[in-house]
């Protein structure tokens, strides 16, 4: 069984449902502060947190089933990072370290773990792929990285494999309408521009204009939300087949810039984005692509949305029919 934690969230919500697709025995483990326990679509849970190891332990005890752990319940946001530190590294790497030592008590030696194209830092080439120097330029970079690294160590004392999925910029919703992203704050450039062309949000803020990108703008490469769970599919697949730890990125290979971000959510919803310019944001690096080469040819992984216009319109379905979110 594949225990999911941080399920509620908005990639974890979105893994379930290729989960409870393919018919994969599941549980997620979540403490539902910034989850949705309605993104659960019947998914079975137990409420917890990640921090507790008592919770884990008895987790682990009472399911004894578990063979595989993914993790999606990470604080997310690189500028609340920057202002508390502490709380980052307390919940995105001390805790993990807990965790993995409450899996190898348990007898569980496999892992799926949501890293991020933070831990590259200001990239020194694009796109980038997984031999690309790593020097995060935020506290979210560094507590990321931190676990990669230990998971290496872990692998080399104890034998625990585990693969690194390092996102790039996770988008969209499912297209089937019933999950989509729900943060609070919101501060991801897609639902933002949604939410502010929908009169939810004032002005979008483009952070920086003066960027060496073709409009002055930051670059990103958007990747469907997904396109993202479906490695994760691959990955347990290889670790259930006995295989080593790897790394990879995740990404399309293709770069927007906020303007071009912006043109596409006008188009796909016909209505206006207002939005000003204002000053860089801390810790932005001009230009992100993924290199996904690696995965692609390893494990045939294929983005079935790549198409930004197709990340957009999912998430454009999802907060027109759900202009409040979840709530
Ligand atoms: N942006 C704006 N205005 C906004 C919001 C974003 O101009 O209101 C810009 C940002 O400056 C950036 C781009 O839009 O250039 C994308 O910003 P996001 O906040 O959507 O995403 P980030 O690239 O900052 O970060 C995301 C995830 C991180 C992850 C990172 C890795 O939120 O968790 O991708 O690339 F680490």
Avoid at 13 to 39: I, Y
Avoid at 73 to 97: C, D, H, L, R
Avoid at 151 to 168: I, N, P, T, W
């Amino acid at each position: 069984m594949i225990l999911v934690l941080g399920g509620a969230g908005y990639i974890g919500s979105h893994m379930l449902k290729l989960l409870r697709e393919t018919g994969e025995s599941h549980l997620v483990f979540d403490n539902f502060e910034e989850g949705h326990r309605e993104a659960l679509l019947g998914s079975p849970y137990v409420q917890g947190d990640l921090r507790n190891r008592d919770d884990l332990r008895k987790l682990f005890a009472d399911h004894p089933d578990i063979d595989v752990v993914m993790h999606f319940a990470a604080y997310i946001a690189v500028g609340e990072s920057v202002e508390q530190p502490g709380k980052y590294f307390t919940n995105n790497t001390t805790a993990v370290i807990g965790l993995l030592e409450e899996m190898r008590a348990a007898g569980i030696g496999k892992f799926v773990f949501s890293s991020t194209a933070a831990i590259f830092g200001e990239p020194h080439y694009v796109p980038i792929d997984e031999a690309h120097p790593k020097d995060p330029t935020s506290p979210y970079g560094d507590s990321k990285l931190m676990v990669e690294r230990i998971l290496k160590a872990f692998d080399v004392a104890h034998g625990f494999k585990s693969v690194c999925l390092r996102y790039f910029n996770a988008a969209g919703a499912d297209p089937e309408n019933r999950i989509g992203e729900d943060h609070h704050p919101e501060t991801h450039l897609i639902p933002v521009a949604i939410l502010a062309a929908m009169g939810k949000k004032p002005s979008l803020k483009v952070f920086g204009t003066d960027y060496d990108t073709p409009d002055g703008t930051c670059v990103r490469d958007y990747i469907h939300v997904l396109d993202l769970a479906q490695a994760h599919l691959l990955a347990v697949k290889h670790l259930r087949a006995g295989g080593d730890s790897r790394q990879y990125n995740l990404g399309n290979g293709q770069g927007f810039t906020v303007r071009q971000v912006i043109d596409a959510v006008e188009h796909a919803t016909g209505l206006k984005v207002p939005n000003e310019e204002a000053p860089r944001r801390a810790g932005d690096p001009a230009k992100l692509i993924a290199s996904s080469d690696r995965i692609r040819a390893d494990w045939g992984w294929n983005p079935q949305y790549g198409d930004l216009k197709v990340i957009v319109e999912h998430a454009w379905n999802w907060h027109k029919t759900h202009p409040e979110g979840y709530a």
